[in-house]
């Protein structure tokens, strides 16, 4: 048995076949894309909010995102406890849709990073737990980071 | 006589004191390469212009700062402010 994820793709989404790829190429994965104007995730497994300028990220990144049929959709399914991954743009969807604390502002330095970081696992109890390693490395590059959230502000990739 | 009236609402969008406003700090630290000195707290913002149907300036107004609180602003890094126009002051 397959497990399937669904991509999501809005208008100014631009990173949907990157994830789509690398889902193909998982043993046991496969994926589909969800369009933003779809309220129905047709069962999936898991959702990914890839990376992008959705809906030219006007306003304020994600923000406009977050009012689409499919996030409706996506904010009940994540609220059910099911899998939602947020990379990039994605992230700031779900930030702006209040599924996760805190708002993603420019890095004080006002300088884009880039970098290779270690990465650790700090809470083992997710679905990732068996395959991530303990501790990771990988590249790294951003001009905004994460605030407002209680624990430090950690950099978040854009 | 329709009751409806058509509001015109201004709201500004500002930085949260506090949190950091690096455009400002861009802008204020590219201001002198044109020659102007001596300018300092640059904080840059964002204004919403909006024509609303109600049935009074304050009902509309209060739609508008809902609205602000939902989409137009992120209570969580901005401030906003929320001022109907009187119908003369078009384009400003």
């Given at each position: 048995?397959s ?14 076949r ?5 889902i ?25 909010i890839?990376?992008?300028f ?12 977050r009012?689409s049929?499919?996030m409706?959709?996506i904010?009940?399914y994540?609220l059910?406890?099911r ?12 930030c702006e ?5 805190g ?34 490395s ?21 | ?19 950091l ?5 861009a802008v204020?630290?590219a ?14 913002g ?9 049935k009074a ?8 700062r809902?609205m602000?609180e939902r ?6 890094i901005?401030?906003?402010q ?11």
């Open positions: 048995m497990v399937e994820f669904g991509v999501v793709a809005f208008p100014g989404s631009c990173d949907e990157d994830a789509f790829n690398a193909e190429r998982i043993d046991g994965a496969r994926a589909r894309f969800l369009w933003h104007t779809t309220a129905d995730l047709d069962g999936v497994d898991a959702v990914v890839p990376g992008g959705s809906y030219g990220d006007y306003l304020r990144a994600g923000a406009i995102a009012f049929p499919v409706k959709a904010t009940e994540a059910e406890g899998p939602v991954l947020g990379i990039c743009n994605g992230f700031q969807v779900l849709a209040g599924l996760l604390p708002a993603l502002l420019p890095n004080p330095s006002l300088r884009f990073v880039c970098r290779q970081i270690e990465v650790i696992v700090e809470n083992e109890n997710t679905p990732l737990r068996e395959r991530a390693p303990r501790a990771s990988f590249p790294f590059r951003s001009n905004i980071r994460l605030a407002g959230t209680s624990p430090p502000s950690t950099d978040s990739k854009s | 006589v329709d009751p409806w009236l058509a509001v015109k609402v201004r709201v500004l969008v500002r930085p949260k004191e506090g949190i406003d690096p455009q400002g700090q204020e630290r201001l002198p390469a044109l020659g102007y000195e001596g300018v300092s707290k640059v904080r840059v964002r204004l919403i212009e909006l024509e609303v149907s109600d300036p304050d009902a509309a107004t209060s739609r508008v809902e602000c989409l137009l602003a992120n209570p969580l901005e401030s906003y929320v001022e109907a126009l009187p119908d003369d002051e078009e384009g400003k």
